[in-house]
């Protein structure tokens, strides 16, 4: 009786298995088609697979994915921002250190390796956290709605439009 009573158990489990690869798969496409591609790229980014091994030598990687979707994630942050010191390599290293949690390099590191100024970097770096996480309400600002809201509040409303979600 008390088996019955816990709240838990009508949770569903975690997906795995065949059937919990088909189910991920039935979601990831349904969400492809619906989402934006920048949106899907921020989600992918987030929460998608970041590593892999090579079936040949086996060595580890990066997730060709995972990469493609940071390369989308900064050519639109390079064209929100509009910044000359900003090139698509520093763009996309900003993006790296920001979704990737094992990334150490500091924004000093940054400057050097790309040769611009650090001031020009830490700029870059706190509009693009601006940008992609959002603002609150500022005394005299608008709050900027970010792009992973928007990625996040898309991808909620398309799976509760598809009964995937309550």
């Not at 798969?25 to 790229?41: D, M, Y």
Request: aromatic share 6%; glycine share 10%; hydrophobic share 35%.
């Amino acid at each position: 009786m008390a088996r019955a009573a816990d709240a838990r158990l009508g949770e569903p489990g975690p997906l795995a298995g065949i059937d919990g690869a088909a189910e991920i798969a039935k979601l990831r496409q349904f969400l492809e088609r619906g989402l934006e591609p920048l949106h899907l790229a921020v989600l992918y980014a987030r929460y998608g697979q970041r590593k892999t091994h090579c079936k040949c030598c086996g060595s580890e990687g990066e997730h060709p994915e995972w990469s493609g979707a940071l390369h989308r994630v900064s050519v639109a942050l390079g064209a929100y921002l509009s910044m000359r010191t900003a090139h698509s390599e520093l763009l996309l290293a900003l993006v790296r250190r920001h979704y990737d949690t094992g990334n150490t390099r500091t924004l000093q590191y940054l400057a050097d390796e790309y040769g611009c100024k650090v001031r020009s970097v830490e700029r870059a770096s706190a509009r693009a956290g601006d940008w992609l996480r959002g603002t609150r309400e500022k005394k005299g600002a608008e709050p900027i709605y970010g792009v992973e809201q928007a990625a996040h509040a898309a991808a909620e409303k398309l799976l509760q439009d598809g009964g995937f979600i309550p």
